[in-house]
C-alpha cells in the first residue's frame, strides 16, 4: 500500500517519526511538518533535546586510585586461580 | 598491545586502562550519577575485561566489546539494586506504562529553544535504565544506532524507537517539573 506522505494524521507522522529521525533524514522537509504546528513543535523540542545531550557530562578521569584496586584485584584473583 | 593483554601481559592490560578508562568511567558515572558507585563499577568493568579478554576474537570493534560488558555490569548492578528493575530485554522491549505520557505536541508547551544543563541532567537520570542507557549511548557519546544494536543484542529498530521513546520522556519531564517545583 503506498502512503500519501501529505495525507498523514499526527499519530501516522508520529509512528514514523523514530525512523524517520534514526535514519537520518531530514525530518523538518517532511510534508506533514510543513502543514503541521503541532508535530513541528514536537520535532523541534527533539532536536533541541539531542542536542544539549551533547553538552551533557563530559568525559572525566576516573582517580588514579583507581587502577591500583584493580591491580591488587587481579593479584587477588591470579593468588586464588594459582591456588587451585 | 591488544595481544599482549590477551597473551596475559600485564604491562599490556596496564596500556588498555590508560587507554579505554575515561570512557567506561564516564558511562559508569552517568548510569549511576554517583562517584563511588561508578568507581566500583569501573573496577568491576575491568576484572571483566581482564578475565574475558582472551576470548575476544575481534568479531565486532574492541571499544564496542568493551562497552558491551561495562553496560553489562551496570545493568547487573542496577538489577542488584532493584532502582530502577528492568532488564536488558525489559529495556529493549518495556511494558506500555513505561512509555512516554504523552507524544502529541502542543505549541504551548514547546521548549524555548535552551534547556537548561542541571535540569537535563537530571531528567535523564530520572529516565528508566533501559531508556537512559540509550539515551546516553547514541545522544551523549555519539554511537549510531548499528553499533547500539550490537552492544545490547537488540535490533536496529528497536534501538531507535527506544531513543525515540527516551526524547519523549525527557521532553514531558522538563515541560512538567517547573509546574511541579512551583506547588
Known sequence: MIVDRNQLSCAEFQAQLPELIGSGENAAIHPHIQSCELCRALLADLETIAEAARQLFPIVEPPDKLWEQIESAIRQERAVHEGC | ?183
Not at chain 2, 66 to 89: C, E, F, G, P
Not at chain 2, 141 to 161: D, F, R, V
Open chain 2, 1 to 183: 598491545m591488544l595481544a599482549r593483554a590477551q597473551a596475559g601481559d600485564h604491562s599490556a592490560f596496564a596500556q588498555l586502562y590508560s587507554l579505554h578508562k575515561r570512557r567506561i568511567y564516564s558511562l559508569c558515572l552517568r548510569m549511576v550519577g554517583n562517584i563511588a558507585e561508578a568507581e566500583d563499577l569501573t573496577q568491576e568493568a575491568f576484572l571483566q575485561l581482564h578475565r574475558k579478554i582472551a576470548t575476544f576474537r575481534g568479531d565486532s570493534a574492541f571499544s564496542t566489546w568493551r562497552h558491551r560488558l561495562a553496560i553489562n555490569v551496570v545493568l547487573m548492578q542496577l538489577r542488584k539494586k532493584a532502582l530502577n528493575q528492568i532488564s536488558l530485554d525489559e529495556a529493549m522491549d518495556p511494558a506500555p506504562e513505561e512509555g512516554p505520557g504523552r507524544s502529541f505536541g502542543a505549541p504551548d508547551l514547546t521548549l524555548s529553544g535552551t534547556i537548561d544543563r542541571l535540569a537535563l541532567e537530571r531528567a535523564v537520570g530520572d529516565l528508566p535504565a533501559g531508556y537512559r542507557l540509550i539515551f546516553i549511548l547514541h545522544d551523549v557519546e555519539g554511537y549510531e544506532h548499528n553499533e547500539i544494536a550490537s552492544m545490547l543484542e537488540c535490533s536496529i529498530g528497536n534501538s531507535k524507537s527506544q531513543l525515540h521513546k527516551a526524547r519523549l520522556k525527557l521532553r514531558d519531564a522538563l515541560h512538567i517539573r517547573p509546574k511541579q517545583e512551583a506547588q
